[in-house]
T-cell receptor
Framework: DQQVKQNSPSLSVQEGRISILNCDYT??????FLWYKKYPAEGPTFLIS?????DKNEDGRFTVFLNKSAKHLSLHIVPSQPGDSAVYFC????????????FGSGTQLTVLP | NAGVMQNPRHLVRRRGQEARLRCSPM?????VYWYRQLPEEGLKFMVY????????ESGMPKERFSAEFPKEGPSILRIQQVVRGDSAAYFC???????????????FGEGSRLTVL
């Protein structure tokens, strides 16, 4: 039972263009949604988050949009840079007694120079 | 380096051997989460511990796997009698409180990659 889904395993964009990564969830009890970035052989690093009571959060080139009625969130990166090439994980917080993060399966973003 | 420290970074075991993975949380953090990432998959929650207590082990296989977080020293994830299916990256994350920071953030280590021959 996947509570957090990333349906696109990979995405390629040209440098300077916008990257849009998508994520869907099923559990309406999640209270925070986070994006983590991961390079090969490294641990995930936090990128940006959004509260379930907001619909947008922006931090520099990164913006996360939340559509609660659709149970959908997206991460926009603009402009995309080659250094952004990594696996991006969507994660949700607030479920379970441990309030652990529940992760999607990830999207490999490749930014082409 | 005040980050989450995991060791060993790489571990090779033969089937039937034991694997021990260690995690030292960030300074000031007393909450530890263990996750497993199988090839081509996302991170799956295994267990949540506070100092000296296992709080939630709902994601951990019932047999062969155990975890501890003693009063002194690192948290340890122990896998007995390893099988090939245990080959994965194991990540530890720490937090100052249950559920991460006030925005849900957990701080991850660089992982321990277990290969079972």
């Amino acid at each position: 039972d996947q509570q957090v889904k990333q349906n696109s395993p990979s995405l390629s964009v040209q440098e300077g263009r916008i990257s849009i990564l998508n994520c869907d969830y099923t559990n309406s009890m999640f209270d925070y949604f986070l994006w983590y970035k991961k390079y090969p052989a490294e641990g995930p690093t936090f990128l940006i988050s959004i509260s379930s009571i907001k619909d947008k959060n922006e931090d520099g080139r990164f913006t996360v949009f939340l559509n609660k009625s659709a149970k959908h969130l997206s991460l926009h990166i603009v402009p995309s840079q080659p250094g952004d090439s990594a696996v991006y994980f969507c994660a949700a917080s607030g479920s379970g007694s441990a309030r652990q993060l529940t992760f999607g399966s990830g999207t490999q973003l490749t930014v082409l120079p | 380096n005040a980050g989450v420290m995991q060791n060993p970074r790489h571990l090779v075991r033969r089937r039937g051997q034991e694997a021990r993975l260690r995690c030292s949380p960030m300074k000031g953090h007393s909450h530890v989460y263990w996750y497993r990432q199988l090839p081509e998959e996302g991170l799956k929650f295994m267990v949540y511990l506070q100092k000296e207590n296992i709080i939630d082990e709902s994601g951990m296989p019932k047999e062969r796997f155990s975890a501890e977080f003693p009063k002194e020293g690192p948290s340890i994830l122990r896998i007995q009698q390893v099988v090939r299916g245990d080959s994965a990256a194991y990540f530890c994350a720490s937090s100052p409180r249950r559920g991460g920071t006030n925005t849900g953030e957990l701080f991850f280590g660089e992982g321990s990659r277990l290969t079972v021959l």
